[in-house]
């Protein structure tokens, strides 16, 4: 089965200071892993993936996010976090076994205070 | 380029009346379609998805029912709303080849139940 978990419901940062938005996952076979954003009364926003490669992942607005398999660990990251960085944040992980649907974590809202 | 179109973005609705939300995707062709549901900006809840036309697989047993009529349009439904219906819907679709596109959402309906 798979699964992804979002252990932290709220992150707060100061304007400047690097973000971590934490994720882990529980999947059978080759992870394939994505990070999304939400804005307030919108619907979510691809940012970056990780299908096969480089275990650092760049994506967009300045995210990377890196891979870990020995933690099973997909962390998002940004070195200088901006007030507009402030949203809800998704992981999510593929199942393979169905329909390849994407599983979703249950978010964290990061919020950056100027 | 491909597209998708969710609507209304916001909807008012008493108790006990029918509901029709709409989701429609230009662009690409045998998509899969997905509805989720969203209850106080939180998590994601996967109700429904579809891999084809006329094809639908339900996720949680609900008042809520999906249909697929044509291969770009999946139709959120429901005979009579419940208060606990109440909750902003996202529409998305992904090409068969999940690692490379991930999901693309639509803007969201924010539907409330009177």
């Known amino acids: 089965a798979q699964s992804v978990a979002q252990p932290e419901d709220q992150v707060n940062v100061a304007e400047g200071n690097p973000l971590t938005v934490k994720c882990t996952y529980s999947v059978s076979g080759n992870p394939y892993l994505f990070w999304y954003v939400q804005y307030p009364n919108r619907g979510l926003q691809f940012l970056l993936k990780?299908?096969?490669?480089?275990?650092l992942v760049k994506g967009s607005y300045g995210f990377e996010a890196e891979f870990n398999k020995s933690q099973t660990s997909f962390h998002l990251k940004k070195p200088s976090a901006l007030v507009s960085d402030s949203a809800l944040y998704f992981c999510?992980?593929?199942?393979?076994?169905?329909?390849?649907?994407?599983?979703f974590g249950t978010g964290t809202r990061l919020t950056v205070i100027p | 380029s491909q597209t998708i179109h969710q609507w209304p973005a916001t909807l008012v609705q008493p108790v006990g009346s029918p509901l029709s939300l709409e989701c429609t995707v230009e662009?690409?062709?045998?998509?899969?379609l997905y509805w989720y549901r969203q209850a106080a900006g939180r998590g994601l809840q996967l109700l429904f998805y579809s891999v084809g036309i006329g094809q639908i697989s339900s996720e949680v047993p609900q008042n809520l029912s999906a249909s697929r009529p044509q291969d770009r349009q999946f139709i959120l439904s429901s005979k009579k709303l419940l208060l606990s219906d109440s909750g902003f819907y996202l529409c998305a679709w992904r090409t068969p080849t999940v690692q490379l596109y991930g999901y693309t959402f639509g803007s969201g309906t924010r539907l409330t139940v009177v």
């Open positions: 662009g690409t062709s045998n998509p899969n």
């Open positions: 999510a992980v593929r199942a393979k076994l169905v329909a390849n649907n994407l599983f």
């Open positions: 990780y299908i096969t490669g480089d275990n």
